[in-house]
């Protein structure tokens, strides 16, 4: 066998370019159904996840307060209640943590523990007090434990800022 340059004949040639057209539709095809089924997951993630609200609605004792979230620090289950810190004031409110924590958009929220929720704008820095736990402080000063079932989430969001 001689190192000489390989020829097709023309049937040959043919059968190749028909492979080639083959290959080159089925690719198209799927790429197409590929780019379908990605947006049609993109939609439905859309209908799950609406836009967050700006702000949240609370009955408080014959009023009705209006709550801007970026100006809500840190939220906190007590019994069978809800505290709103917000700078000075706290609102109290009667319902679950759960039902707060829907309303909220986990990019700007988290839960640190099984009764706070903070909003991750006002976290100042985090204090590691072991391997999965976590001192979180906030721009006021006020300290935060971060359970360590919860670490996890906190450090997820920050981990391309580290």
């Not at 009667?94 to 009764?115: G, T």
Request: glycine residues 4%.
């Amino acid at each position: 066998m001689g190192g000489g340059s390989f020829s097709p004949s023309a049937p040959d040639q043919e059968c190749l370019l028909r492979a080639i057209d083959r290959t080159r539709t089925e690719l198209l095809v799927t790429r197409s159904e590929d780019l379908s089924d990605r947006l049609e997951q993109l939609l439905k993630a859309a209908s799950l996840n609406p836009p967050a609200e700006e702000r949240l609605v609370l009955k408080l004792k014959g009023r009705i307060v209006f709550l801007n979230l970026s100006d809500i620090d840190w939220i906190e289950a007590s019994g069978n209640h809800v505290r709103f810190h917000v700078g000075k004031e706290l609102h109290v409110v009667r319902m679950p943590l759960i039902r707060v924590s829907e309303k909220l958009d986990p990019a700007n929220f988290r839960q640190v523990h099984r009764s706070i929720i903070v909003n991750v704008k006002r976290i100042k820095e985090l204090i590691r007090c072991n391997l999965n736990e976590f001192i979180v402080v906030l721009q006021d000063g006020k300290q935060l434990p971060c359970g360590r079932h919860y670490s996890a989430s906190l450090r997820a969001l920050f981990k391309d800022k580290l």
